[in-house]
């Protein structure tokens, strides 16, 4: 009698337990999905992933191009390459660019010639002076902010995005694989071209520029970044209108620094 | 040279644009569009009509201004950067109703004027408005407004331009220049003085009779809407498209009677819910005719540089500084370009706790103020079938 009341007890506990069991499940499940709609952001499929660019990157001196040295060996190569023609004249010769060197102020300046080396190798060193390359990177997009330049902002699409357009020219930004690209068209078909590339490993950012004038051929110069570890900001900081950038100390909720104003 | 400074010149760019990047084989850029000039029926200068005496009963008719709208971008019409822009229509279409709504107090020709979320049965004209263009220079608003009976009044579209004289110093307020809002005249006072002038010229041409009608008809329209079963049958349309009262009920009858202490309490709410927008506008005004003042000196500062470009003639010279300079020039109209985007964002950071605190008022209520408006309409109905003893099932949930 003892056995059979426990195991009908043991029937009973084993039925209790295997409702138990389903109850859990079916609560865990019920959780899961909720947490999964709920808590989890949607992975848009659509969006392609791009390789992570982001972090605070300084120059590489050792290793980026110095303006002059690519500038005498552009010059060096292009002489090289006018002598082969003028032994050789049968040849084809992509466009006439007349034999210059550094200082040659008698290149011709007429409307239907581009800039002279010299001038766009000296652009390029202008425009890549930055030493310090600050890269935010989200899902959707990426912003590249340069000290005393315009942030280059793309987002991560297929397609290619024009992301400025005035009378002072027009910046477009796409995708090459996993480059970035940007190509900047200024007044008198000056074309200036960013080219990011980062390592696999995500520690080297190379950065190629290549400037055209006129559909000649360009100056390009390649600069390296490392990344370095920056230090972190004190302060969170929001922009406010009328009161310009509101700030508390990291780790304080703005909106109620908004709200004590 | 002349170079760029008009639209041929933006599509020179576009197209070798794209041929670079054709040799580039990245894909093909979509066209740089030209926004095409759309020519503005300006209101012009308006003087408000302001009531000498107080009007008749009859014509001081309840009216709702309603929330605006605004026309929603495609997906595809969307660049980097425009959800800023986006989010200020959002905010203005909240707030923009107040000074119209203002501009009709005023005028002192009508009865309650309040802002309201959504269109209310209990009023005897609505006011819908859809922003079409709103920066610091210019404000396009289509503007309809239709009665209880089902009347249109108003189907048009207003339009002002304002300069920068408009904007007194004291817009660029500062510790020692405090934004003066008594005396502060909005720029674009001329489309509201418009709109509410057009609305009595259409009062005028209804008469007395039309009036005293539309009046029954809000009465049991706000009945229906509170009891359909027992007063949807007192309301019929007419030959016109018009709704018309059919049958009334006897002025001893109780149900009247309750539907009239209804309408007290609902107008106790909408009250209340107008004086929620009138605090968000007081709150944001100073912050809102700043960033106003800001976009009109960023047009300002466009046409300018259009037309310095315009001037400019790179064409001969192809030197490290001609070339330098069209670079800078490019880099700092992007770069204004982009401190104008900060300055919108920093914009929507400043209000958004005004507007969180207009979504957190009504107490015991949630979510927007247009679901705690549904909230509390809903409330409302299934107290007056519990009154009337009316409660199904599905209203005592």
């Known amino acids: 009698m003892l056995i059979k009341v426990e195991n009908v007890v043991h029937e009973r506990g084993l039925g209790l337990s295997l409702l138990a069991s389903i109850i859990a499940t079916l609560c865990l499940t019920l959780s899961i999905s909720a947490f999964s709609q709920d808590s989890l952001p949607q992975l848009d499929l659509d969006l392609p992933l791009r390789l992570d660019f982001s972090g605070s990157w300084e120059k590489d001196f050792r290793r980026s191009d110095n303006w002059e040295d690519e500038l005498s060996r552009t010059l060096r190569i292009r002489q090289e390459s006018t002598a082969r023609q003028q032994s050789s004249p049968g040849s084809t010769r992509r466009r006439s660019t007349p034999p210059i060197s550094i200082g040659n102020v008698n290149l011709p300046r007429s409307r239907g010639r581009g800039a002279n080396i010299v001038d766009l190798a000296r652009l390029a060193e202008y425009i890549s002076r930055h030493s310090i390359i600050d890269i935010v990177q989200t899902r959707d997009e990426i912003s590249i902010e340069r000290s005393g330049e315009a942030a280059l902002i793309c987002g991560v699409e297929y397609k290619l995005q024009q992301t400025f357009a005035n009378e002072h020219g027009v910046e477009v930004c796409g995708w090459e694989g996993q480059q970035l690209v940007f190509q900047i068209m200024l007044p008198d078909d000056l074309i200036i071209m960013h080219r990011f590339t980062v390592s696999s490993n995500q520690l080297v950012l190379n950065l190629l520029t290549s400037i055209y004038s006129k559909g000649g051929e360009p100056f390009n110069l390649i600069q390296a970044f490392n990344k370095y570890e920056a230090p972190r900001d004190e302060f969170n900081c929001i922009q406010t209108l009328s009161r310009g950038q509101v700030c508390s100390q990291a780790g304080t909720d703005l909106s109620t620094v908004l709200d004590d104003f | ?397």
């Open chain 2, 1 to 397: 040279m002349n170079y760029l400074g008009n639209t041929s010149s933006i599509r020179v760019l576009t197209a070798l644009v794209v041929l670079l990047l054709t040799a580039c084989s990245l894909p093909l850029p979509e066209p740089v569009l030209v926004p095409v000039e759309r020519p503005l029926d300006l209101v012009g200068d308006v003087n408000l009509i302001q009531a000498i005496q107080v009007p008749s009963e009859n014509s001081l008719l309840e009216i709702g201004v309603q929330v605006f709208g605004t026309a929603q971008k495609e997906a595809g019409e969307y660049e980097l950067g425009d959800w800023v822009f986006d989010e200020i229509i959002q905010k203005e279409t909240q707030f923009l109703p107040h000074l119209l709504k203002n501009t009709l107090v005023d005028s002192g020709q009508w009865g309650a004027i309040r802002v309201v979320p959504e269109s209310d049965p209990s009023l005897d004209l609505i006011i819908e408005g859809q922003i079409i263009q709103s920066d610091g220079e210019t404000l396009e608003l289509q503007i309809r407004a239709i009665d209880s009976s089902g009347r249109e009044w108003l189907n048009q579209i207003y339009a002002d331009q304002s300069i920068p004289e408009e904007y007194p110093e004291s817009t660029r307020f500062t510790l020692d220049n405090t934004f003066d809002a008594i005396n502060f005249v909005d720029p674009f006072q001329d489309i509201y003085n418009r709109i509410a002038n057009d609305l009595v010229a259409v009062r005028a041409s209804l008469g007395e009779q039309i009036l005293a009608d539309l009046n029954l008809v809000t009465d049991m329209l706000y009945a229906s809407d509170l009891s359909p079963d027992t007063f949807s049958g007192s309301i019929i349309e007419n030959d016109d498209g018009l709704l018309i009262v059919d049958t009334l009920p006897s002025l001893d009858d109780p149900m009247m009677a309750r539907v009239a202490d209804m309408k007290y309490r609902h107008h106790l709410f909408i009250d209340t819910v107008d004086e929620y927008y009138q605090t968000l506008y007081e709150d944001i005004q100073p912050a809102y005719v700043l960033w106003r003042r800001y976009s009109i000196d960023q047009i300002t500062e466009i046409e300018m540089s259009q037309q310095e470009a315009s001037r400019s003639d790179y064409g001969g010279s192809s030197g490290f500084l001609s070339l330098s300079q069209r670079y800078d020039r490019f880099k700092w109209s992007k770069i204004f370009e982009r401190e104008f985007n900060d300055l919108a964002a920093g914009f929507n950071n400043e209000l958004a706790p005004a507007f969180l605190e207009l979504n957190s008022q009504v107490h015991g209520l949630t979510g927007t103020m247009e679901q705690q408006y549904r909230e509390w309409r809903g409330i409302l109905r299934r107290l007056f079938e519990l009154e009337n003893g009316e409660i199904t099932t599905d209203s005592t949930e």
